[in-house]
Nanobody, 124 residues
Framework: QVQLVESGGGLVQAGGSLRLSCSAS????????MGWFRHVPWKDREFVAA????????YYADSVKGRFAISRVNARNTVSLQMNILIAEETDVYYC?????????????????WGRGTQVTVSS
């Protein structure tokens, strides 16, 4: 069983920055593709960013390109999401997820493991 634990959420003013981190409980996670999603209650989990197992490929939702950056440190079993120039509409619960294919997948159904989420609140 793989456990993913997110951290780094909180309250920030619009235009500010936050850095989310996700720690995996097993060493095998270094072979997993990792993604960040956010959840709006009336919608499915929305893709934000993803990175392949070796960091060679990364994809972003159009709405966050140029503002967010995903990275990983396999030696520490961690993946991070640097979020800059946040807007109020990005207030949400952010989830870290892992897919067994090792790719930077944008589809939430491809992810086998999920964290419990971390709240990000952007005040306007």
């Amino acid at each position: 069983q793989v456990q993913l634990v997110e951290s780094g959420g909180g309250l920030v003013q619009a235009g500010g920055s936050l850095r989310l981190s996700c720690s995996a409980s097993v060493r095998a996670a270094i072979s997993y593709g990792m993604g960040w999603f956010r959840h709006v209650p009336w919608k499915d989990r929305e893709f934000v960013a993803a990175i392949s197992w070796n960091g060679g490929n990364a994809y972003y939702a159009d709405s966050v390109k140029g503002r967010f950056a995903i990275s990983r440190v396999n030696a520490r079993n961690t993946v991070s999401l640097q979020m800059n120039i946040l807007i109020a509409e990005e207030t949400d619960v952010y989830y870290c997820a892992a897919n067994l294919d090792g790719v930077a997948d944008t589809k939430n159904i491809e992810y086998a493991y999920w964290g419990r989420g971390t709240q990000v609140t952007v005040s306007s």
